[in-house]
T-cell receptor, first 112, second 111 residues
């Protein structure tokens, strides 16, 4: 059984569109994250939720809006997509804010 | 500037040799974690070492932590082709429990 799953795996879209990426974890963790990994493999945290409450909100354009309907899900909605949004987006979860993280397989977003 | 910096950026060694990667950081941490990322995949957690620990082992992995020097090392003994991957260190900062990843070391094991 997949511990942390993301959909879709690949997303190709045009500039200006709005898209969503979904993430689900079945580990019973209370903390979930969104990361962006650029072409140089640099991994940067975007958001973190603990028990459905936003606890980390890095300097991310407000075109990016996370939503956590429950502790097992953390979705990422992106408005008005730009070329620079092209990257791989990873979801992760952990038990507590200091614990080891379990990553999803990633969503490769390509904006044309 | 970056909290965690891995060194070297890339490393190629022969199968069977040991591989050592280093990580330096700047602020006070609660713990330091090492992750592996195979090409096109998500990160996989390898080992977590707390700030009051100095050394930890897991199979062929050995991690050390020197909080006075703000540095950690990951040693992979008897390397195998399957160890080819990128390795990242991540620090959980004491001040706000934020986790910060380094830029990674690309390890290539030559047959």
């Amino acid at each position: 059984d997949t511990a942390v799953s993301q959909t879709p795996k690949y997303l190709v879209t045009q500039m200006g569109n709005d898209k969503s990426i979904k993430c689900e974890q079945n580990l019973g963790h209370d903390t979930m994250y969104w990361y962006k990994q650029d072409s140089k493999k640099f991994l940067k945290i975007m958001f973190s939720y603990n028990n459905k409450e936003l606890i980390i909100n890095e300097t991310v354009p407000n075109r990016f809006s996370p939503k956590s309907p429950d502790k097992a899900h953390l979705n990422l909605h992106i408005n008005s997509l730009e070329l620079g949004d092209s990257a791989v987006y990873f979801c992760a979860s952990s038990q507590g804010r200091r614990g080891e993280q379990y990553f999803g397989p990633g969503t490769r977003l390509t904006v044309t | 500037s970056q909290q965690g910096e891995e060194d070297p950026q890339a490393l190629s060694i022969q199968e069977g040799e040991n591989a050592t990667m280093n990580c330096s950081y700047k602020t006070s941490i609660n713990n330091l974690q090492w992750y592996r990322q195979n090409s096109g995949r998500g990160l996989v957690h390898l080992i977590l070492i707390r700030s009051n620990e100095r050394e930890k082992h897991s199979g062929r992995l050995r991690v050390t932590l020197d909080t006075s020097k703000k540095s950690s090392s990951l040693l992979i003994t008897a390397s195998r082709a399957a160890d080819t991957a990128s390795y990242f260190c991540a620090t959980v900062v004491n001040r706000d429990d934020k986790i910060i990843f380094g830029k990674g070391t690309r390890l290539h094991i030559l047959p």
